[in-house]
């Protein structure tokens, strides 16, 4: 889906070749990459920018120039604040979303440091909505009043957000719409791994739930002997073996062709997909499938 | 052929135990020592060898140059010592050179005739022979996380992976041996004395000083008699000789049986875990992840489970860093 060697002028043209996608703010910024308590800015040439596709759903990207990949590839469903970071001796902007899920540190790399406070604008108008620019003046990002316009109130911006906000809460439709346009090459996805998926921390509230509990145990015939009560199968989840198998399975979807071993077990994963976006696509479809069989979604599968 | 699969295993006296047992060896169990001192060395009991573990860095492990120590010629000693051909098997080689060279230790007939079958062979061949030991490697990769599944297209790990390496002190004739499969021949490391185990201390401290720098991964383990029949043992003597003394001396020799019941009863919950983590490491679990995520994805909750992992992940790198600084 990347194009190596593209054009190095960025005139709005879009790598992905897709003119159905709108590019809403784009300039010249590196990455920053955070190790433990410091920034450190990732020394490569590259584009920040902000589109809205066809979905109208907005991303985030990096891209290296040197090579046109893009590396970095967020999608925005919360808001996403922008804030300058004042103690860098660079120009270092943080965004920071708002439901905590995410945050990103980018250094600017235009050469006219004056134009820093219109790449601002414009990216609180690309997160914003378009009425975030147009009744508002630039935002309150340097306190100092090295900008000539009146400053808005944070919480203005935030009160501004409203129309265009989306809910924070990934749907199906939405999940199978980012796993469909997902180029499974380009690194920096923000498609969770088995072994994330099913952490103690993600899995146990899960399998309280009596709907699911219920269910279980057509599972534990799946689980060691002694490992098969309720309780048990709590601290299994939790224990190094159970981690180690699932993290070395998840090395395995995210390097391998999965293919097989999905259909294995009755998992509808296609040939074009790889890995993880093969599982969950496999998953969705299973979803879609058993909706269809089934519509009151309260019966336990038939597991066979 | 060496490298028909090999799987990474995890270094742990439950795992080891439990793999010993499986390629026929009887009556020992292996015990991590946390701390190299006469006294926990002492309580060991009888040793048959020392596994000393540290994560190997190519650039300082390499070369035949060898401190405080002398590099024997294979042939010179009678020593059962193989090269090592593949670096996942390390492990298991390292319990093999202990136990191949223990003439007290019932070894079982499979390793026995193999051991009878290898004697004659250079370190390398010994060393391709083990690799293709099939009774050891699927014992071996049996304990292995990624025994399961090997998905087409996929890499292999061994290169990024954190490189363990094992090496194995053992007695023999009065000396004390080092057996590294990445040496030419075993290294006489010095006097082995009346208690070779304690003698074993400042060897392996020596050897640690070697790497301790930037090196603080180290393990150290001892392959010993198996505790639970050793403290049965101990306990029908100690009732046999309590029916034969008169009375103070047998409430002293009833005390100290109370002390090895109390030892035995700890050995017994140990190696119940064990068992129980043997099995966890054995047992398959893809059909529970894929049956887990199928149920997940049919009661529609496959997005919620991907934003709480989102969240989650987040929390974990918030929690690891705080940037604004």
């Known amino acids: 889906m990347t194009t190596p060697n593209f054009s190095p002028r960025w005139n709005g043209d879009d790598p992905m070749g897709n003119s159905n996608r709108s590019i809403l703010v784009q300039f010249r910024a590196g990455r920053c990459k955070v190790e433990g308590t410091t920034i450190t800015p990732d020394t490569r040439k590259g584009i920040f920018r902000i589109i809205q596709d066809e979905q109208h759903l907005k991303h985030v990207q990096w891209i290296d120039r040197s090579n046109g990949l893009i590396e970095e590839d967020y999608f925005t469903f919360s808001d996403v604040d922008l804030e300058r970071i004042a103690q860098s001796s660079g120009r270092v902007f943080l965004l920071r979303w708002r439901d905590r899920s995410n945050k990103l540190f980018f250094w600017m790399q235009e050469t006219n440091a004056e134009k820093d406070e219109d790449h601002f604008l414009l990216i609180r108008q690309a997160l914003n909505g378009p009425e975030a620019g147009q009744t508002e003046e630039p935002g309150p990002e340097d306190p100092s009043g090295a900008v000539s316009t009146p400053a808005a109130t944070p919480a203005a911006d935030e009160t501004n957000s409203g129309q265009q906000t989306a809910p924070s809460q990934l749907t199906t439709e939405q999940l199978q719409y980012i796993l469909e346009n997902m180029n499974p090459q380009v690194s920096g996805l923000d498609i969770p791994s088995v072994a994330e998926l099913l952490s103690p921390e993600v899995v146990l509230p899960m399998l309280r739930d009596p709907a699911i509990e219920q269910s279980l145990q057509s599972l534990v015939q799946h689980l060691p002997e002694d490992d098969s009560s309720p309780e048990a199968v709590a601290e299994l989840l939790s224990s190094p073996q159970f981690r180690q198998q699932v993290a070395a399975l998840s090395q395995a979807l995210q390097s391998g062709q999965a293919g097989e071993l999905l259909r294995s077990f009755g998992i509808d994963a296609q040939s074009n997909e790889s890995g993880m976006v093969a599982l969950l696509q496999g998953l969705l479809r299973y979803h879609a499938q058993t909706r269809s069989m089934n519509p009151s979604e309260d019966n336990p599968m038939d597991e066979t | ?325």
């Open chain 2, 1 to 325: 052929m060496a490298d028909e699969g090999w799987c990474t295993i995890e270094s742990d006296p439950g795992l080891f135990t439990g793999l010993l047992s499986d390629i026929g060896v009887k009556d020992v169990q292996v015990e991590e020592l946390f701390s190299l001192d006469v006294e926990s060395m002492n309580k060991l009991g009888e040793v048959f060898g020392v596994i000393f573990l540290f994560k190997w860095k190519v650039q300082d492990g390499d070369g035949d140059q060898i401190v405080n120590g002398t590099l024997m010629e294979p042939s010179s000693v009678p020593i059962y010592f193989a090269n090592q051909v593949i670096n996942n098997a390390c492990a298991t080689q390292a319990i093999l050179s202990i136990v191949l060279n223990s003439p007290e230790l019932d070894i079982g007939t499979e390793l026995s005739e193999f051991k009878e079958f290898t004697k004659d062979f250079d370190p390398t061949m010994k060393g391709l022979a083990i690799s293709n030991l099939k009774t050891v490697r699927t014992a071996h990769n049996s304990n292995s996380p990624n025994q399961h599944f090997v998905l087409e297209g996929m890499k292999k790990g061994e290169k990024d992976d954190d490189i363990y390496h094992f090496v194995s002190y053992i007695p023999h004739d009065g000396s004390i041996y080092e057996l590294d499969g990445t040496k030419a021949g075993p290294i006489k490391r010095g006097e082995a004395g009346d208690n070779w185990i304690e003698a074993c201390i400042p060897v392996i401290q020596s050897r640690m000083n070697e790497y301790s720098v930037n090196e603080v991964r180290f393990n150290v383990m001892a392959i010993v008699r198996n505790r639970e029949n050793m403290y049965l043992k101990e306990i029908a003597k100690l009732e046999e000789e309590k029916k034969t003394k008169g009375e103070t001396e047998a409430s002293e020799i009833a005390a100290r049986i109370a002390e090895l019941q109390a030892d035995l009863e700890a050995e017994r919950v140990k190696r119940k875990i064990w068992k129980r983590e043997n099995a966890r490491r054995k047992h398959n679990y893809v059909p529970f992840v894929m049956e887990l995520l199928k149920l997940l994805a049919s009661k529609g909750e496959l997005n919620k489970i991907i934003e709480s992992a989102k969240a989650e992940k987040k929390k974990r790198m918030e929690a690891s860093a705080k940037p604004e600084s």
